[in-house]
Structure formats: structure tokens, C-alpha cells
């Protein structure tokens, strides 16, 4: 049976409501909960970016949910302290959570100071990462020179059940390239064929583990007010790559998103009224192989959206 997971934004909600929420996510039904990990919002509509590590503690503690977390080690993280942190948590929850490690976005990297690699360099830092996360979590001391440094770190409590290590895609190039490491895949809906496509490349490349998807969703009782939701807090969340991963500034994705329109934001969003439409398209997305689907209200105000999906989309899905 699909899981079905509540997805926690940092950067659209304050994190003692989000804590509140996800909560509700729990005793409505909901299988399992990610979240992002920012230290800035997408768009200044937005207003947050708790931060996830604090976050993860207390939710891992006062729910029974498995969580997992979008994260960047390389450069505002060294790997080590990724390690140390995801370690301690596997430790005292063992077998509830995971990370996705990615190569970052220049809007929470650039607060070190120093340069923004181009991309090629940035996936070749975050294999090196990953080679120095596996290593600390199975117990290793660790020294490595290259595009990160380690000298001699050794985590002192190493957690029995390692937590897997998730690669985050959102191009067919990228799923594929992660499959020799990864031990599953999260993206983030978009064309079903682009996203068949993935699943084949990382499949295809041997990897292994489950499949997860995002899926940006805006529901309201009336579809106007659904619309309007999504292109207030997410039409900066529309643009292809390198856009997102490029630009350093909340201001700058707002005046980015100036001449979004309702086309574009519903290319990026399920936006409608009608919670069959929502079944529809999630139902879809199982079709095409995914495992695991984590469903991410763009509102801001989630307890109406947990309540109606809990009464009329999830039973439907299982």
C-alpha cells in the first residue's frame, strides 16, 4: 500500500503551528511527513524558515510519524555535522527517518560568503558528501581533501539502523546520476511523462529503494479562492532550473514572479475546487510507480485542507 505523507513547509508557516499541524496531519491519517529545510523563504508572501533540525526533534518526538528532510551539505553544512545531526536522530528514532541530500540553492548557501559553484561542481561536492556521511554513520574516523575537508571526525553514537540517504531530482539527468548512490528518490510533481521518465532513469541506472513525489496541490471550496492561494504563495516556485537554484534573495524570486500567470502556476500546482479532481491526479501518480506521495498544501492555513483530504481524498487512495 502507497504512503501517504503530509508535507511540512518551514518556509510558509511559523514552526510551532507547523508543529501543530502536522500533529493534526497524524490523527487525521496521514502515513508520514517531510519537510523542507530552508534559512529563507521562496517569496517574502511567504514570511518563515524555522529551522528543520530543532523542528525534527520535536515532531519526531511528539508524533509516531516517519519523518524526512530536504537538506544540502558542502557548503552552509559540512557534511559532518549533517552526519552528526541525521545521526542522532536515527538514534533516538530509529527506523523513522531519512534525508535528501541535494547540491543547494544559492537562496540558503550564499550566507557563507563564498562562491556558488556551477552545478557540475556543486553534484561532484555532494558525492563527496555523501561518501563522508556513510562512512561517520557507519562508525568510521574520517579524513577526506577534495571540494569538502574532514580531518579526523568520528561520530560517538552511531545509530544500529542507518538512516537512508535520499536523492533529490527534478530532471531525468540528475535521477539517473543518483541511482549509483541514493538509496531512493523524492522529486516533485510535473509532467507525468518527464516523471516517467525519471523513475526509468533511476530504475534503469539500478537504483534502489522507494520513489517519493511531492505533490504541490491547492484546494479551497471554491476554485477562485483555490487560485488565488497558489499564485499568493507559490507562483515563485514556477521557473525551471537553474532559476531556482541561481538566485540568492527572497526579493529576487518575487520580482521574478512578477508576469507569472495562471497557465504557468498551474503547470507547477494541482489547483482545483473539487477534491476528485485532486484524487484523480494523485491516483495517476501511483500509476506511474511511485511509492510514496507527500502531499504539500501551498496555503499557509492547513487545517481545513488536512480535514477535507482526511474525509474524502485518502480513504479513496487506499
Not at 273 to 282: F, N, P, R, S, V
Request: hydrophobic share 45%.
Amino acid at each position: 500500500m502507497a504512503i501517504i505523507g503530509f508535507h511540512a513547509s518551514h518556509e510558509q508557516i511559523g514552526p510551532a503551528q507547523l508543529l501543530a499541524d502536522v500533529e493534526l496531519a497524524e490523527q487525521a491519517g496521514f502515513d508520514a511527513a517531510m519537510c523542507s529545510d530552508h534559512i529563507e523563504p521562496w517569496s517574502a508572501h511567504q514570511g518563515h524558515s524555522g529551522y528543520a533540525w530543532s523542528w525534527l526533534g520535536a515532531a519526531l518526538a511528539r508524533t509516531r510519524l516517519r519523518f524526512g528532510v530536504v537538506t544540502a551539505p558542502g557548503q552552509r553544512y559540512h557534511p559532518v555535522i549533517t552526519a552528526h545531526a541525521s545521526a542522532t536522530l536515527a538514534a533516538m528514532f530509529p527506523g523513522r527517518f531519512w534525508l535528501a541530500l541535494g547540491s543547494g540553492e544559492n537562496l540558503n548557501e550564499h550566507i557563507t560568503g563564498g562562491p556558488w559553484p556551477p552545478k557540475e561542481v556543486r553534484q561532484q561536492r555532494l558525492e563527496e558528501c555523501v561518501q563522508v556521511i556513510r562512512r561517520l554513520h557507519a562508525g568510521e574516523e574520517v579524513t577526506h581533501h577534495g571540494l569538502v575537508d574532514v580531518e579526523q571526525a568520528r561520530l560517538w553514537d552511531v545509530p544500529e539502523a542507518r538512516p537512508p540517504l535520499i536523492a533529490p531530482a527534478v530532471s531525468v539527468e540528475t535521477a539517473g546520476r543518483s541511482a549509483a548512490w541514493a538509496d531512493g528518490l523524492v522529486t516533485i510533481n510535473q509532467d507525468p511523462g518527464r516523471l516517467r521518465r525519471m523513475l526509468e532513469a533511476y530504475r534503469g541506472a539500478g537504483g534502489r529503494g522507494p520513489a517519493a513525489l511531492q505533490v504541490h496541490l491547492s484546494w479551497a471550496p471554491d476554485e477562485a479562492e483555490a487560485l488565488a492561494i497558489a499564485w499568493d504563495q507559490w507562483r515563485t516556485n514556477v521557473f525551471a532550473p537553474p532559476v531556482p537554484w541561481d538566485l540568492a534573495k527572497a526579493e529576487h524570486f518575487d520580482d521574478a514572479a512578477e508576469q507569472v500567470g495562471e497557465e504557468q502556476l498551474r503547470h507547477s500546482v494541482n489547483i482545483s475546487a473539487h477534491t476528485g479532481q485532486h484524487l484523480e491526479w494523485l491516483q495517476e501518480y501511483l500509476e506511474l510507480g511511485f511509492d510514496e506521495l507527500y502531499l504539500h498544501f501551498v496555503g499557509q492555513h492547513q487545517e481545513p485542507f488536512i480535514k477535507t483530504f482526511a474525509d474524502e481524498v485518502l480513504p479513496q487512495l487506499r
